[in-house]
Structures are given as C-alpha cells and as structure tokens.
C-alpha cells in the first residue's frame, strides 16, 4: 500500500477559503488504486511551513509528497516544474502579516530545486481525464514556493 500526502494551505490574502486545502481535506482517507490519500492543511506562514510538513511527513512515512496551491485566476492547473530558493511575498504578506523581499527558501540552499514527480505523463493523463493542465516552469515566490 502507498500512502501519498497531499497538502492544501489555508486561506490567505484576500481568499476567505482555499479549494486546495479543501481538496486535500475531503480526499484524507481516500484510496486510489493501492494508494491512501493522506490529506493535510498547511499554514501560509513562511517559518511554519516547512515545520508542518516535516511533521506530517513523520507522522505518516508517505511515498509520494503532493503540494497544492491556489493561483486564482488561471484557467489550468499547473504543475510546477521548479522551485526557485527565493521568498519575496509581491505584496501579499503571509498570515502573519510578514512580508519579505529576496529572502531565500533555505539559507545556503541551491539556487532552485526541482520536482520529482512525473509530471509530464501527469499532464497527460489528467488532459485524457478532460481536465484542463499546463506544465509551469516555476512556483512563483510565495508559499507553494516555498513548500517546493
């Protein structure tokens, strides 16, 4: 059995709900094939980020990590290809009110990190399913980011 954990933030900015947290709460105990869904909500606060995941990711030993986000406005969902080791909220604090400028991810981190999952034959297989998909070069600079 493979437990994949699917993570969703919270609210934020100007969002007084977010669809990813919602997924990832209505899919937590859900099996796909021989996988269980662990569904789990994570804080849009830069330094509880990465605590939180790690904590879950302890907690639940999980074979595939799956982050979502909330980029309103996009007609597809995107899968992110890069994560670049840079915080700078563009005028969206975090829901600590903290807002920070060319701050990197990790300190002495890489310049960028890449994602593992396969995502080009996801692309395709959702795009099969009818759903409308695009591939990202990067996760912009704000918290999906900084969880990738």
Known sequence: MTDILLTGYEPFGE???NPASQLANRLDGTTVGDATIVGRELPVVFDRV???????VD???PDIVCGLGLAAGRNALSLERVGINLRDTAGIPDNEDRTVVDEPAIDDGPDAYFAT???????????????PTT??????????????
Do not use: I, Q, Y
């Open 15 to 17: 969002f007084e709900s």
């Open 50 to 56: 990465r605590p939180a995941l790690e904590a879950a």
């Open 59 to 61: 907690e639940h030993d």
């Open 117 to 131: 999952l396969p995502l080009r034959p996801m692309k395709e297989a959702m795009l099969e399913a009818g759903v």
């Open 135 to 148: 591939l990202s070069t990067d996760a912009g600079t704000h918290a999906c980011n900084n969880l990738l």
